[in-house]
């Protein structure tokens, strides 16, 4: 089915609600989710809400929770999510990092214990609308591993996403924002819900066999998800690790940690102003023309065009704006099954999407 943005956002926004989150924080969640959708990351849009009602009823995400300075050194921050919802936590974690960089040129700041951060590029645009460069390393905990490591069939780390986005001045940001394994966790839960296999590469099943089929990831025996780019992407998922997990927020995915049914990020942030550097006017001329350049290249076989980081996002936002964002059954039903756990009934819910 095909749902407009602005129902979505409602109907999550009231689950949110009825959750017990205030309406400021629960339309702030579900505003970051409908935009995952709408940007073409259905793995981190409303088909979480399911896991998030359940965190919220088992006590580990805290809905009322926010942002809190732990550590201050000017330049180098710390700041603790309190297991809050980690849309509104990282976003006012960003907010202390870009009023601060106005007076320190760069801020590096581990935000630790935020219950799912959701699209990590939603933080580096929020940088990037301020002007401001940022990069961000994350680890995910609380829960079993799932990725396992580049020449290995065990499952040692989680999906850890790697972001950097870099302004522009009268146009959108370059965003790089990517899981660090061969294709988010999420895309394969979308592809299990939805009966389709994931692209080949990226699964092995208990045997440590390449496979398609996303099963492996939810049903016993249990595969793994590999990482990209071979030992290359491995190895950035274990900076992520180190620099998110270890340096951020002193939890890594290693076993004496506790696990559970939580979903916990940890982000090493590292946001500059660009002014800091002294040429910003030549700054922008650079990644303009750069981009320029790039977007000059003759398509290889198979492609329309070249484009830059974030485009793919921009081009699937237009298109959902206009036509409506695509949710699966199954992906329907865990929403609506949420939607019934938190006590709202059918009439509600057509109530809402009218
Ligand atoms: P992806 O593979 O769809 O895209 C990765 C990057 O490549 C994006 O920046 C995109 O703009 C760029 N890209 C894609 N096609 C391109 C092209 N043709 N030309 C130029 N650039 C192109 O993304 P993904 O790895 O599946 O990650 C999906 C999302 O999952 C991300 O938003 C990430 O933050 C999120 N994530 C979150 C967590 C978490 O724990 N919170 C964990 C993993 C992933």
């Not at 793995?43 to 809400?49: A, E, F, Q, Y």
């Not at 870009?98 to 630790?112: A, F, L, N, P, S």
């Not at 049903?219 to 274990?238: D, M, N, S």
């Amino acid at each position: 089915m095909l749902i407009a943005a602005d129902k979505l956002t409602t109907l999550v926004e009231r689950i949110f609600i009825t959750s017990g989150a205030s309406a400021a924080f629960a339309q702030e969640v579900a505003t970051h989710l409908v935009a995952a959708n709408l940007k073409g990351h259905d793995s981190h849009g409303i088909g979480m809400t399911p896991a998030y009602v359940h965190n919220i009823r088992t006590d580990l995400l805290k809905v009322a929770a926010e942002a809190k300075v732990i550590k201050d050194n000017g330049a180098v921050l710390v700041v603790d999510g309190q297991f809050g919802f980690g849309q509104v936590v990282g976003r006012q974690a960003m907010d202390i990092a870009i009023d601060r960089v106005q007076t320190t040129g760069v801020v590096c700041m581990g935000v630790r214990n935020c219950h799912h951060l959701g699209r990590i590029g939603t933080y580096a645009e929020h940088c990037a609308e301020a002007g401001l460069v940022s990069i961000h390393l994350v680890n995910v905990v609380g829960h079993d591993p799932q990725v396992s490591p580049w020449g290995g069939r065990d499952r040692r780390m989680t999906t850890n996403p790697f972001t950097c986005a870099v302004p522009r001045k009268d146009a959108p940001p370059v965003v790089l924002d990517m899981a660090t394994s061969a294709v988010a966790l999420g895309k394969v839960r979308v592809a299990y819900n939805a009966g389709t296999e994931v692209a080949e590469g990226a699964l092995v099943d208990h045997e440590g066999a390449p496979t398609t089929n996303p099963a492996v990831m939810y049903e016993e025996p249990f595969g793994a998800l590999g990482p990209f780019g071979k030992h290359k992407g491995y190895g950035l998922a274990v900076m992520c690790e180190l620099l998110g997990g270890a340096l951020a927020g002193e939890w890594t995915a290693q076993p004496e940690n506790h696990r559970s049914h939580h979903i916990v990020n940890h982000m090493f942030s590292c946001v500059v102003d660009p002014a800091a550097f002294g040429g910003l006017d030549k700054f922008q001329y650079e990644v303009d023309a750069m981009v320029d350049y790039l977007h000059s290249t003759t398509p290889a076989k198979g492609f329309d065009k070249v484009r830059v980081p974030g485009e793919p996002e921009r081009d699937s936002m237009a298109d959902r704006m206009a036509n409506g964002i695509p949710i699966d059954d199954n992906t329907w039903a865990g929403v609506m099954g949420a939607a019934e756990v938190v006590g709202l009934n059918e009439a509600d819910i057509n109530t809402l999407l009218e």
